[in-house]
């Protein structure tokens, strides 16, 4: 009995101590690894918790051959219901004395790069769309792979 009992309830409290991570993810891929100014990709995700804070993520992908240790972005961002968008630049950091910052398989590297210093409230529930663009000087950006958008919702 004891042999069943035992990790049955170790199981037990395993799940019990298991939390949902509420979040949302979405990366679209660069065509032909160059992403033109004329590329901007549109990201939308819901938001049913308006009492809760999340954290939103400019995500890239990107090879090893990238030129710059940085990437400008300006993110038009759309609230539910509203037909005007806003707009925020970026300036997001992908190394440091020449290294890459984020994690990597070979030789391609993903970065998360926090967009907002403190956690964002969503004021309805809705549809968000967030739009990417790349404004560095290069056109086309070469070696990027894929852009991407990343909404957690902040543990309390």
């Not at 038009?76 to 004395?97: E, K, V």
Request: net charge neutral.
């Amino acid at each position: 009995m004891k042999k069943i009992l035992v990790p049955f309830l170790s199981f037990l409290l395993v799940m019990a101590s298991c939390d949902t991570i509420d979040l949302f993810e979405k990366n679209v891929a660069v065509p032909d690894h160059a992403w033109d100014y004329s590329f901007k990709p549109e990201i939308s995700f819901e938001i049913r918790d308006t009492v809760s804070s999340y954290q939103v993520f400019f995500v890239i992908r990107h090879t090893d051959a990238y030129g710059f240790n940085n990437i400008w972005i300006k993110a038009d961002s759309r609230a539910p219901g509203d037909s005007a968008w806003s707009s925020q630049r970026f300036d997001c950091p992908l190394a440091t004395n020449q290294r890459w910052m984020g994690s990597a398989m070979d030789d391609i590297y993903e970065h998360r790069i926090l967009l907002f210093n403190q956690p964002v409230k969503f004021r309805q529930p809705g549809t968000y769309t967030i739009r990417l663009e790349q404004v560095m000087r290069e056109n086309p950006l070469k070696h990027v792979m894929n852009v991407g958008v990343r909404v957690e919702k902040q543990r309390s």
